[in-house]
């Protein structure tokens, strides 16, 4: 019905840039929020940044400032520039959407997660 596809991640090292990217694709009628989350090891998912369909946004403390996300509604797709990266911020990075699919007449709400993309960053 619905499928997240990121890309973009990568190895780097403290003090670079990187631009992750995530489009949805599917019998989609809508998407509201969209977000990116990350994953340590050995830690629990944590929210990074989300965006709502009219383009408010919220950040987690540990990245505000150095983080943006956008999205492009017409092509179904929300981006994570991330920039003066610490070694902190290395982790699989998971882009979710709030998706209204359509399908049989009907519409029902799917919240979709994408495979995950690795950011490691280097001291």
């Known amino acids: 019905q619905v499928q997240l596809v990121e890309s973009g991640g990568g190895l780097l090292q403290a003090g670079g840039s990187l631009r992750l990217s995530c489009a949805a694709s599917?019998?989609?009628?809508?998407?509201?929020?969209m977000g990116w989350y990350r994953q340590a090891p050995g830690k629990q998912r944590e929210l990074v940044a989300s965006i709502t369909s009219a383009g408010s946004t919220n950040y987690a403390d540990s990245v505000k400032g150095r983080f943006i996300i956008s999205r492009d509604n017409a092509k179904n797709t929300t981006y994570l520039q991330l920039n003066s990266l610490k070694p902190e911020d290395t982790g699989v990075y998971y882009c979710?959407?709030?998706?209204?699919?359509?399908?049989?007449?009907?519409?029902?709400?799917?919240?979709?997660w994408g495979q995950g993309t690795q950011v490691t960053v280097s001291s």
């Open positions: 979710n959407a709030e998706v209204i699919v359509t399908g049989r007449g009907k519409n029902w709400r799917v919240s979709a």
């Open positions: 599917g019998t989609i009628r809508n998407i509201n929020d």
